[in-house]
């Protein structure tokens, strides 16, 4: 583990203090997941800033292309992958004053990032106590494994044929890349890969809305994908077994094999998962297969904007 980088604060500094309110964690005094990354970007944004003041605009530009990270967006970042890889454990305090010195960024920043990883359902806060690591409960996890389910059920359905052979060998190589990975401190990783997979299978369908609902759910796939690791102790080899698996049935060409593989991926095969199975399976083929009657809405239409 490298030696933590202590960040100093330049002189002339405004930064507010961070409120004492919450208790101390016990723990490493510097995580390595804080030793690099947002403390040292706040200095070069704040070299940045100051370039920016002096050098004028040339005529032709008008605004400065970004070329980082927002700071609140890296903090957020540093915070999931300490989550992740297990240096934040489910329970623990995240400590304001702790983590405003550690990462060298003021409160409002901190708890902004603090905000952005709720929603994602990584922690929670707790009015009077605090914010601490969390876990999904068993109902958001399951809502969260149907809402996917359904979106890649229908897109496989409606757009199976639509994989190429290159769409499988570039899934079969993050396939490949998720068994060289480690556990746990390349979660983060595994995460990121399950999401290309994933992001494939919804490009077959050249549907901007059904992508845009699907990528709205993607925050809190870290929180989902953490859970389930942890509740059935998988391993690397049992996180690509399971991927391949699905890439397995979507090579068969049979769009019925295909669909049913990406459901029972997301909610399960067991005597438990049947019921659930069936429930989602009839309601993608009912979105597949219900007739649309252009006439007849048509004069619904019509019915309903005429005057009484």
């Known amino acids: 583990m490298p030696t933590p980088v202590a960040v100093g604060r330049p002189d002339g ?3 507010e203090e961070c409120d004492p309110e919450i208790d101390l964690t016990n723990g490493p005094a510097t995580p390595e997941w804080v030793a690099h990354g947002p403390a040292a970007r706040k200095q070069e944004c704040m070299a940045s800033t100051a370039q920016d003041q002096f050098e004028p605009i040339a005529p032709d530009q008008h605004i400065r292309p970004p070329t980082r990270l927002r700071l609140v967006d890296d903090v957020a970042q540093a915070l999931e992958d300490g989550i992740l890889s297990g240096s934040l454990r489910p329970g623990d305090r995240l400590i304001e004053t702790r983590l405003c010195d550690e990462l060298g960024v003021s409160r409002t920043t901190l708890r902004e990032a603090l905000l ?15 914010t601490f ?3 999904l409960a068993p109902e958001e996890s399951r809502d969260l494994r149907r809402a996917r389910s359904v979106l890649e059920g229908y897109v496989v359905s409606a757009g199976h044929a639509s994989l190429t052979n ?9 396939v490949d890349e998720m068994a060289l990975c480690q556990f746990p401190g390349e979660v983060a990783r595994i995460i990121r890969l399950d999401l290309e997979f994933h992001g494939a299978i919804m490009r077959a369908v050249p549907s901007t809305v059904m992508l845009e ?6 925050g809190r796939m870290s929180a989902l994908i953490l859970s389930s690791i942890e509740r059935h102790h998988a391993g690397t ?5 399971f991927h391949q698996v699905l890439l397995d049935a979507l090579r068969t060409g049979r769009t019925e ?7 029972a991926h997301y909610i399960g095969v067991t005597n438990e998962d049947t019921e659930s199975l069936a429930e989602i399976t009839r309601a993608i083929d009912t979105m597949i297969h219900v007739p649309v009657d252009t006439a007849g809405a048509a004069g619904r239409a019509r019915a309903m904007s005429a005057p009484e």
Request: aromatic share 6%.
């Open 13 to 15: 500094d405004e930064r």
């Open 116 to 130: 952005t990883l709720q929603r994602r359902g990584l922690v929670r806060s707790e009015p009077r106590r605090g």
């Open 133 to 135: 690591v969390h876990r």
């Open 166 to 174: 290159d769409d499988f060998d570039a899934m079969q190589a993050i």
């Open 213 to 218: 609902l699907w990528e709205s759910l993607n």
């Open 237 to 241: 080899p049992d996180f690509a077994e």
């Open 257 to 263: 094999v295909a669909t049913d593989a990406v459901v």
